[in-house]
């Protein structure tokens, strides 16, 4: 089968859906790959290195042409606005894989549905062990988490870590961390490693342990949510009250702290807010703010997306597509997260296996044949369930 890849076409985005390392095992099992013309370069990676590779640089009419896989960072529902110029391009048959925002861009997925093509979503793989290695949302996270503590620590006008110096000691800054999902524990990790004094919360109170193993300080609340995760690992969406008694006992502990970092999501959902303008001015002057939820809608009262909001001294930072700005590494990651998705996939002879017992086949799989297949997204649309199939390509 033939491989397409082109290049990413949303604003800012400077990511790569493959990258030269992960051609060799793709021709081995008898692709042949197709790069639009400086696809990588905004991640650092040439022509010349997807050439070296076996890679064929194309142009995107012909990616989209020849290519009856196409893979790619943001797909459609991910990049609404330039995406749409894709969608002509798009034919019958042809396999379509990357992120798409699924259960909230439901027109997209019906537009993309509607080019007949079959789609699969990234976001929607399943958090089993199995899966681990295609787990796209954690490696963007683990980047986050990362890219909020180095944002963090250019604006805090304090150092990270405590000094013994002839001038005085240096005392550590306060880092609290508000969600121990994947980010949030990068988060803790790195903010530690910086030196800094670290406090987090979560809403499930079983990632204690978590953020203790990495030098955190776990803040206990009695909120009675021993039942706030998903089976699938997510935290799951809380009540106004619960949320509200949440707010009541982190008060205290966001107006001791010089760096609050916020990661608190529920897939499909707006962000809760968590942090309120009262919160905000308690802190003093010079403390800052990174709100990680910001593009669902922020864990801030006060806090914009794409904007850095300056409110009685502090600094709130809502950041966008953090991945995108280490798009080196995380294109080395996402494409690793492909690969391995799409070799689950494959059958011997190198066409794709549409087994739909498998959990993770079915649970990404979006739209075939002209129509919106995935279960949780009908769901969300009000229709019922469509009839279990499986098909090989």
């Known amino acids: 089968m033939i491989i397409g890849v ?22 081995k099992a008898g692709m042949e790959i197709l790069v639009e013309e400086g696809a990588g370069l905004d991640a650092g990676f040439t022509d010349a290195e997807f050439k070296s590779k076996g890679a064929t640089i194309v142009s995107r009419d012909e990616v989209f042409a020849k ?57 929607l793989v399943p958090r089993i062990t199995r899966a681990q290695s295609m787990d796209i949302l954690s490696s963007m996270a683990t980047i986050a988490g990362y890219k909020a503590v180095i944002m963090a620590s250019d604006r805090l006008p304090r ?20 969600g121990a999902g994947v980010a949030g524990l990068q988060a803790i990790a790195s903010a530690k490693k910086a030196g800094a004094k670290v406090l987090a919360y979560d809403i499930r109170p079983a990632v204690k342990e978590q953020i203790e193993s990495l030098g955190g300080k776990f803040l206990e609340m009695e909120l009675g949510t021993a039942d706030a995760e998903d089976k699938g690992g997510y935290a799951k969406e809380q009540s106004e009250e619960t949320i509200r008694k949440q707010r009541e006992m982190m008060k205290a502990a966001i107006a001791d702290s010089d760096v609050v970092i916020t990661t608190a999501a529920v897939p499909g959902r707006k962000a809760p807010i968590l942090v309120t303008r009262d919160m905000v001015e308690g802190m003093v002057t010079g403390s800052v703010i990174v709100d990680l939820a910001a593009e669902r809608g922020g864990n801030v009262d006060l806090s914009k997306a794409g904007e850095t909001v300056v409110h009685q001294g ?3 930072l809502g950041p966008e597509n953090l991945p995108s700005t280490v798009p080196y590494h995380a294109s080395q990651m996402f494409a690793k997260n492909l690969v391995t998705f799409l070799q689950n996939m494959l059958s011997k002879e190198g066409r794709i296996e549409m087994n739909l017992e498998d959990e993770i086949i079915k649970d990404t799989l979006v739209c075939r044949d002209g129509e919106v297949v995935n279960a949780r997204m009908r769901e969300l649309m009000g229709l019922s369930a469509p009839a279990a199939e499986g098909s090989d390509a």
Do not use: W
């Open 159 to 178: 150092m990270f870590p405590m000094m013994m110096t002839a001038a005085g000691t240096i005392a550590p800054a306060r880092v609290f961390v508000v």
């Open 314 to 316: 502090v600094t709130i």
């Open 6 to 27: 082109p290049k990413e076409s949303y604003p800012g985005e400077r990511r790569v859906a493959l990258i030269p390392a992960s051609l060799p095992v793709l021709a």
């Open 67 to 123: 290519g009856e896989i196409i893979l790619q960072v943001r797909c459609h529902g991910a990049n609404p606005a330039a995406g749409k110029s894709d969608l002509s391009k798009f034919r019958k048959g042809q396999f379509v894989i990357g992120t798409a925002e699924p259960l909230s861009e439901l027109d997209a997925a019906k537009e993309l549905a509607a080019t007949g093509v079959t789609h699969f979503a990234l976001e």
